[in-house]
């Protein structure tokens, strides 16, 4: 099954060596745009856990943690975290239950990040973080946990 990429963005080699592919804008987009749900299949804590360490290392390449938010409740067991507690992951490694998001790359300056993610209840959003340019590759940045991945591989 083909990944679908919607109307405004294209998939092709990202600008970043040896990053594989990247998303490009093909119309010009304003800042403070959604542009889309990080899909993913949901991981607890205790499956994340449960992993190999090279699954965990895939997990971080295409995941992102999901905190506890003002007395967000635990999907295992029903009960109030504190608040920042990681509750779950979403899991976008699987290309058939992710989505073009997942192609989104780290910048390598993180000045360059032109998408932020942005946690609502337990989904991440794409959202524009400033206006990009037709033919702008998209960056979001991962985190500090993933760029000391990429500084130290």
């Known amino acids: 099954m083909e990944m ?5 963005f294209e998939l092709k080699e990202s600008k970043i060596a040896n990053a594989g592919l990247g998303i490009f804008a093909t119309k010009d987009i304003e800042a403070d745009i959604c542009i889309g749900l990080y899909k993913g299949v949901w991981l607890t804590v205790n499956d994340f856990d449960n992993m ?3 699954e965990k290392e895939v997990g971080l390449i295409y995941g992102w ?3 506890d938010y003002y007395g967000n409740k635990n999907r295992e067991k029903g009960t109030r975290l504190k608040d920042n507690n990681i509750i779950g992951y979403i899991d976008g490694s699987c290309i058939d239950k992710s989505n073009f998001l997942r192609y989104i790359n780290h910048p390598q300056i993180i000045s360059d990040e032109n998408i932020k993610a ?3 209840r337990d989904k991440i959003y794409y959202i524009t973080k400033k206006s990009i340019k037709k033919g702008d590759e998209l960056y979001v940045n991962y985190g500090d946990v993933y760029g000391d991945f990429l500084a130290n591989p």
């Open 4 to 8: 679908q990429i919607p109307n405004g």
């Open 65 to 67: 943690e999901i905190r």
């Open 52 to 54: 190999s360490d090279q």
């Open 118 to 120: 942005s946690q609502f």
